[in-house]
């Protein structure tokens, strides 16, 4: 198809994150034609997670090991003021943190072998009634497909252009990333509940002995003076650091966080969303990526049975409303913590923390065998 200004496949998939590399390879390999365009000219760029991977993703997909970085066991909760953290330990591995770019880069590869084809610098206009309008360097190209996915985040065009649900409830978070200095300390994940630096969220440093993550984020319009300078503020006191001098190389990471839970309408007749852009983010932990997977192979499924079985309303199944009721738990604990909304307020629910039932809590959330909730 190189040099042709149309082409003609059986799904067209816009992104080239995890979301959307995973569902593309997953129908490639079941034999279906895939034509997979990102806008992005490379995927070791933009990096927009902070990139934790949870136990359960870990035991059930296959990630390259060599881009994971050292298993994390131990969490460290703080309150505003940092005084009386709540120290959680689990005796087994339960974080690791990826190396984005490799990782995407891995990806994109098996998705090669498995039959993709991928365009790199290609981006994703809108619809027409025959297709879908895209563009990269040699001009615009038309594609006809019977199905597109839209895995192009959290502020989806693909959505847009379909009629579907898109975010309204959004986070944004940025982060600092550079090179560890071990200090014969055990990896930890530091967490701090502080309204004045993460207003609805969580600040926090990460240090796995190979790197440093210090982030924060929060709802836009409540940091006071911006996210970039609640973000300095907060690298100057965190925790975790102490003695660590910031070296002058750092890779900066930005980006929004949807915390509104799975959308009600994420497909049509016409195709379906994926990862950021079905909302298929916990509302809680704002954790993204075991979602992201587990989704998108629900959706290479539906789709390869619509595909074969040639039904109208084949992706039916593929239900929103489904999915979204079984976040109601978590979408109350959301609306809790942006209730937060000073750090005396903050410090009081903090203290329940600090109980029996609260810690209990506290390791169901952040250690439990829960994952994303598929039919």
């Given at each position: 198809m190189a040099g042709e200004r149309t082409a003609s496949v059986d799904i067209l998939v816009i992104g080239a994150g995890l979301a959307g590399l995973h569902c593309a390879t997953q129908l490639a390999r079941a034999g279906h034609h895939v034509l997979l365009a990102e806008r992005r000219p490379t995927l070791t760029g933009t990096v927009r997670t902070t990139g934790i991977f949870v136990r359960r993703t870990l035991e059930d997909f296959v990630l390259p090991e060599e881009h994971l970085g050292?298993?994390?066991?131990?969490?460290?909760?703080?309150?505003?003021g940092l005084a009386g953290p709540v120290e959680?330990?689990?005796d087994r591995d339960e974080y690791r943190v990826g190396d984005m770019g490799p990782l995407y880069t891995a990806a994109a590869d098996d998705a090669v072998r498995g039959g993709v084809d991928s365009r790199l610098a290609t981006r994703f206009i809108g619809r027409w009634d025959g297709g879908y309008h895209l563009e990269d360097a040699a001009g615009p190209l038309e594609v006809r497909a019977r199905f597109v996915v839209g895995a192009d985040g959290a502020r989806s065009r693909v959505?847009?252009?379909l009629g579907l649900s898109r975010n309204r409830h959004l986070l944004v978070g940025a982060e600092e990333v550079f090179v560890d200095r071990p200090d014969g300390?055990?990896?930890a994940f530091h967490c701090v509940i502080d309204p004045s630096v993460a207003?609805?969220?969580?600040?926090?440093v990460l240090r796995d002995g190979e790197h440093v993550h210090v982030g924060t984020a929060g709802h836009a319009h409540r940091f006071p003076r911006g996210l970039y300078s609640a973000l300095r503020s907060f690298r100057e006191r965190a925790p975790g650091l102490q003695g660590f001098v910031r070296p002058e190389q750092v890779e900066k990471r930005a980006g929004p966080i949807p915390v509104g839970g799975v959308l009600p309408r994420i497909a049509s007749p016409a195709g379906l969303l994926v990862g950021?852009?079905?909302?298929?983010?916990?509302?809680?932990?704002?954790?993204?990526?075991d979602p992201c997977l587990r989704l998108s192979g629900h959706a290479a499924?539906?789709?390869d049975a619509a595909l074969r079985e040639g039904r109208p309303g084949g992706l039916a199944a593929y239900d929103g409303q489904v999915l979204r009721a079984r976040f109601r738990r978590r979408l109350l604990m959301r609306k809790g913590l942006d209730g937060l909304r000073t750090p005396a307020l903050a410090s009081t629910a903090f203290t329940a923390l600090r109980t029996p039932p609260g810690r209990a809590l506290a390791r169901r959330i952040l250690?439990?065998?829960?994952?994303?909730p598929l039919p």
């Amino acid at each position: 198809m190189a040099g042709e200004r149309t082409a003609s496949v059986d799904i067209l998939v816009i992104g080239a994150g995890l979301a959307g590399l995973h569902c593309a390879t997953q129908l490639a390999r079941a034999g279906h034609h895939v034509l997979l365009a990102e806008r992005r000219p490379t995927l070791t760029g933009t990096v927009r997670t902070t990139g934790i991977f949870v136990r359960r993703t870990l035991e059930d997909f296959v990630l390259p090991e060599e881009h994971l970085g050292p298993a994390i066991r131990r969490m460290v909760l703080y309150p505003p003021g940092l005084a009386g953290p709540v120290e959680l330990a689990s005796d087994r591995d339960e974080y690791r943190v990826g190396d984005m770019g490799p990782l995407y880069t891995a990806a994109a590869d098996d998705a090669v072998r498995g039959g993709v084809d991928s365009r790199l610098a290609t981006r994703f206009i809108g619809r027409w009634d025959g297709g879908y309008h895209l563009e990269d360097a040699a001009g615009p190209l038309e594609v006809r497909a019977r199905f597109v996915v839209g895995a192009d985040g959290a502020r989806s065009r693909v959505a847009r252009e379909l009629g579907l649900s898109r975010n309204r409830h959004l986070l944004v978070g940025a982060e600092e990333v550079f090179v560890d200095r071990p200090d014969g300390s055990n990896p930890a994940f530091h967490c701090v509940i502080d309204p004045s630096v993460a207003p609805g969220y969580l600040a926090w440093v990460l240090r796995d002995g190979e790197h440093v993550h210090v982030g924060t984020a929060g709802h836009a319009h409540r940091f006071p003076r911006g996210l970039y300078s609640a973000l300095r503020s907060f690298r100057e006191r965190a925790p975790g650091l102490q003695g660590f001098v910031r070296p002058e190389q750092v890779e900066k990471r930005a980006g929004p966080i949807p915390v509104g839970g799975v959308l009600p309408r994420i497909a049509s007749p016409a195709g379906l969303l994926v990862g950021d852009a079905a909302g298929a983010v916990s509302p809680l932990t704002a954790g993204g990526l075991d979602p992201c997977l587990r989704l998108s192979g629900h959706a290479a499924e539906v789709l390869d049975a619509a595909l074969r079985e040639g039904r109208p309303g084949g992706l039916a199944a593929y239900d929103g409303q489904v999915l979204r009721a079984r976040f109601r738990r978590r979408l109350l604990m959301r609306k809790g913590l942006d209730g937060l909304r000073t750090p005396a307020l903050a410090s009081t629910a903090f203290t329940a923390l600090r109980t029996p039932p609260g810690r209990a809590l506290a390791r169901r959330i952040l250690f439990g065998d829960g994952s994303f909730p598929l039919p």
